[in-house]
């Protein structure tokens, strides 16, 4: 079903977390974000200017426990308010990559919008945390996202360095790479693909 306003409001409650959050494909990369970890909002305000998506998320997660819930939970609900907010997919790209610098580090981020979830990550962290958040948390909140939006996302590495610029180059390739694939083409009057859905 087509959305043509492009936006999205998910919630998810459990004994784990509880999340609402807000998404808007074609807004002006507004973020109002609180999950409780300071790296991972500043990571998520980042994928929101940089994508230009307008997002509010509030999560109250059991941190007392880890960051683990807190951060794949929210990866569920981007993937979910991601797949609801574009719709059948009509007009778009589907398809968008970003090789991205962040100082000494260089990322490359692919993405497919076809409705068939998979994640390929290729990244070895220097470190076991930056700030509040255990870098192992980065794939799992990828593969989270690529699983409840259905998309490819292939995350590489080409460089590696510094472990917050490994993260935040990340992140921002990411969301460069999705609003390229979400854009619109006036050339595709449905869906980009033979089988005639996506």
């Known amino acids: ?9 998910v919630e998810r409650n459990t004994k784990e977390t509880k999340i609402t959050m807000c998404l808007d494909l074609d807004g002006n990369g507004k973020a109002k974000i609180r999950t409780g970890i300071g790296f991972f909002d500043h990571m998520l305000e980042g994928f929101s200017r940089h994508g230009f998506f307008d997002m509010k998320l509030d999560v109250q997660g059991d941190l007392c426990v880890d960051c683990h819930h807190t951060i794949e939970d929210t990866g ?26 962040m100082d000494e580090v260089l990322v490359i981020c692919a993405v497919d919008l076809c409705g068939r979830p998979y994640l390929s990550f290729d990244a070895e962290f220097p470190v076991e945390r930056v700030g509040e958040m255990d870098t192992e ?19 590489k590495v080409l460089t590696p360095g510094n472990g917050h610029h490994m993260i935040e180059a990340m992140f921002k390739a990411f969301a460069k790479a999705l609003d390229a694939a979400l ?16």
């Open 183 to 198: 854009s619109k083409d006036g050339r595709i009057t449905d869906v980009l693909s033979t089988k005639g859905s996506l």
């Open 76 to 101: 569920i609900v981007l993937g979910n308010a991601i797949r609801e907010a574009a719709g059948d997919k009509t007009g778009i790209r589907r398809y968008g990559s970003q090789i991205l610098p």
């Open 1 to 9: 079903m087509n959305n043509p306003s492009r936006t999205a409001t």
């Open 137 to 155: 948390m980065v794939k799992e909140f990828f593969y989270a996202v690529s699983y409840s939006a259905g998309m490819n996302l292939h995350i």
